[in-house]
């Protein structure tokens, strides 16, 4: 019979620099690593013996393997999450490969691409919460930013008027990142429609840790109210037929207008557009406005940097022409990866014009993306332009209206929410 020897936290006990808590509700240190993992233990005991490994081996082993993967702090050890580590060492790899031969870069720039939308679409299906593509999106940020510091910038190409663009255009873009990532707009319950809470000590893994905001995570479980199907009342008015529709069971609460639950994030958020896995956290109220202004900031540094390389790695072409033909480019290898580098930028670039064309879209449309996929499940809404645009017509205003309503928005003010119909 196996044992776990675990200490027990105690509050009035704090931790230091290497320990934590480990998903068991034990206290553990960093030390201690490599010791007592059961869960990889069985899984090599039956690979030795070739029986047949369990199903959810796999995902324990790799649970265990992600919970004592850590860095010392100095309120106890943080948790690094081990989907952050991948882009970091692919990138560069697959990057300076391409570098070596055209149909190196060919193959690379065509594979690394399908390689991230097949990651996409697995974790997509599970519905599960992942720091690859965040770590992708800033470490190509930074990455190519410092490629154009050390292989650009010397050959004498750029003067300081265009570093320093540049330069703010990528401080920007980040600050407009950490602004997005402040949280989208949660729906939370009122305090007067709250019976009482329970409070747990480490929050799960399927709810979004700006939802928390630092505390510890709490369940509400709100009033008891019968819903009118339970009352055996035969009328029921306009109004409470609308607080069943747009019942939240998960999160127990009636959302506002144009709100919807997020199934990775866990939780409701106001006015949701959709989850976005680049930023790994939903665009909703608060947040949508940030986003397209990150969108903007990226797409304009990102144009005018290729701009800039391509006009230092083929100086007799013209910039269309250089990005499909340079010759010798490839007999230098510091010119090769700078030209590599803006290929794989235009890639990126491209993917994410398209995302702001739809964003444009939706927004003059007075439409959110959630609500253009529920249109069109559900057949209530015009396609146009092959599916560019969605005309669910409900909260279409005029153009003019619709951009100021969407400018005027609040980030903080919550819309009423009615009281529950359902309790915990």
Same mark, same amino acid.
């Given at each position: 019979?196996?044992?776990?020897?675990?200490?027990?936290?105690?509050?009035?006990?704090?931790?230091?620099?290497?320990?934590?808590?480990?998903?068991?509700?034990?206290?553990?240190?960093?030390?201690?690593?490599?010791?007592?993992?059961?869960?990889?233990?069985?899984?090599?005991?039956?690979?030795?013996?070739?029986?047949?490994?369990?199903?959810?081996?796999?995902?324990?082993?790799?649970?265990?393997?992600?919970?004592?993967?850590?860095?010392?702090?100095?309120?106890?050890?943080?948790?690094?999450?081990?989907?952050?580590?991948?882009?970091?060492?692919?990138?560069?790899?697959?990057?300076?490969?391409?570098?070596?031969?055209?149909?190196?870069?060919?193959?690379?720039?065509?594979?690394?691409?399908?390689?991230?939308?097949?990651?996409?679409?697995?974790?997509?299906?599970?519905?599960?919460?992942?720091?690859?593509?965040?770590?992708?999106?800033?470490?190509?940020?930074?990455?190519?930013?410092?490629?154009?510091?050390?292989?650009?910038?010397?050959?004498?190409?750029?003067?300081?008027?265009?570093?320093?663009?540049?330069? @703010?255009? %990528?401080?920007?873009?980040?600050? $407009? +990142?950490?602004?997005?990532?402040?949280?989208?707009?949660? !729906?939370? &319950?009122?305090?007067?429609?709250?019976?009482?809470?329970?409070?747990?000590?480490?929050?799960?893994?399927?709810?979004?840790?700006?939802?928390?905001?630092?505390?510890?995570?709490?369940?509400?479980?709100?009033?008891?109210?019968?819903?009118?199907?339970?009352?055996?009342?035969?009328?029921?008015?306009?109004?409470?037929?609308?607080?069943?529709?747009?019942?939240?069971?998960?999160?127990?609460?009636?959302?506002?207008?144009?709100?919807?639950?997020?199934?990775?994030?866990?939780?409701?958020?106001?006015?949701?557009?959709?989850?976005?896995?680049?930023?790994?956290?939903?665009?909703?109220?608060?947040?949508?406005?940030?986003?397209?202004? @990150?969108? %903007?900031?990226?797409?304009?540094? $990102? +144009?005018?940097?290729?701009?800039?390389?391509?006009?230092? !790695?083929? &100086?007799?072409?013209?910039?269309?022409?250089?990005?499909?033909?340079?010759?010798?480019?490839?007999?230098?290898?510091?010119?090769?990866?700078?030209?590599?580098?803006?290929?794989?930028?235009?890639?990126?670039?491209?993917?994410?014009?398209?995302?702001?064309?739809?964003?444009?879209?939706?927004?003059?449309?007075?439409?959110?993306?959630?609500?253009?996929?529920?249109?069109?499940?559900?057949?209530?809404?015009?396609?146009?332009?092959?599916?560019?645009?969605?005309?669910?017509?409900?909260?279409?205003?005029?153009?003019?209206?619709?951009?100021?309503?969407?400018?005027?928005?609040?980030?903080?003010?919550?819309?009423?929410?009615?009281?529950?119909?359902?309790?915990?």
């Amino acid at each position: 019979m196996k044992k776990r020897s675990k200490r027990t936290l105690d509050q009035d006990d704090p931790l230091c620099c290497c320990e934590y808590v480990d998903r068991h509700g034990g206290r553990s240190h960093m030390a201690a690593c490599c010791c007592e993992c059961e869960d990889l233990d069985e899984a090599c005991d039956r690979w030795m013996k070739r029986e047949l490994q369990k199903p959810d081996s796999l995902s324990r082993v790799m649970d265990t393997i992600n919970d004592r993967l850590r860095v010392p702090w100095i309120s106890g050890a943080r948790q690094v999450d081990i989907s952050l580590i991948p882009p970091l060492i692919l990138l560069p790899i697959f990057l300076h490969i391409a570098a070596l031969h055209y149909l190196l870069g060919i193959v690379v720039l065509t594979a690394f691409p399908v390689l991230v939308l097949w990651y996409y679409y697995f974790t997509h299906q599970k519905k599960g919460r992942t720091q690859f593509f965040l770590s992708l999106a800033l470490f190509s940020l930074f990455y190519i930013f410092y490629l154009f510091l050390t292989e650009v910038v010397p050959r004498g190409d750029v003067n300081r008027l265009q570093l320093g663009a540049v330069t @703010m255009g %990528v401080t920007l873009t980040v600050i $407009s +990142l950490i602004n997005t990532k402040r949280g989208p707009g949660y !729906v939370r &319950p009122l305090p007067i429609d709250t019976h009482c809470t329970v409070t747990y000590h480490s929050p799960p893994l399927d709810i979004d840790a700006t939802y928390l905001n630092g505390a510890r995570h709490q369940v509400v479980i709100a009033n008891h109210t019968s819903p009118p199907e339970q009352t055996g009342d035969s009328g029921i008015g306009p109004e409470r037929v609308e607080q069943r529709r747009n019942w939240c069971a998960v999160c127990k609460l009636v959302c506002p207008p144009r709100a919807g639950h997020c199934r990775i994030c866990g939780v409701c958020i106001l006015r949701l557009d959709h989850h976005c896995v680049w930023i790994n956290s939903c665009v909703g109220q608060a947040n949508h406005r940030s986003f397209l202004l @990150m969108l %903007v900031f990226f797409l304009l540094t $990102s +144009l005018f940097g290729i701009s800039l390389v391509l006009r230092s !790695v083929c &100086p007799h072409q013209s910039l269309m022409i250089a990005l499909f033909y340079c010759p010798d480019v490839y007999n230098m290898y510091s010119s090769a990866l700078c030209f590599t580098c803006a290929w794989y930028s235009s890639i990126v670039t491209g993917a994410l014009l398209h995302l702001l064309v739809l964003q444009l879209i939706n927004v003059s449309y007075n439409v959110t993306e959630r609500e253009a996929r529920l249109a069109l499940r559900e057949k209530t809404g015009r396609s146009l332009l092959w599916g560019l645009i969605i005309d669910t017509g409900v909260y279409f205003q005029g153009f003019r209206s619709n951009w100021t309503e969407f400018l005027t928005m609040g980030k903080t003010v919550v819309p009423p929410t009615p009281k529950p119909t359902d309790f915990l």
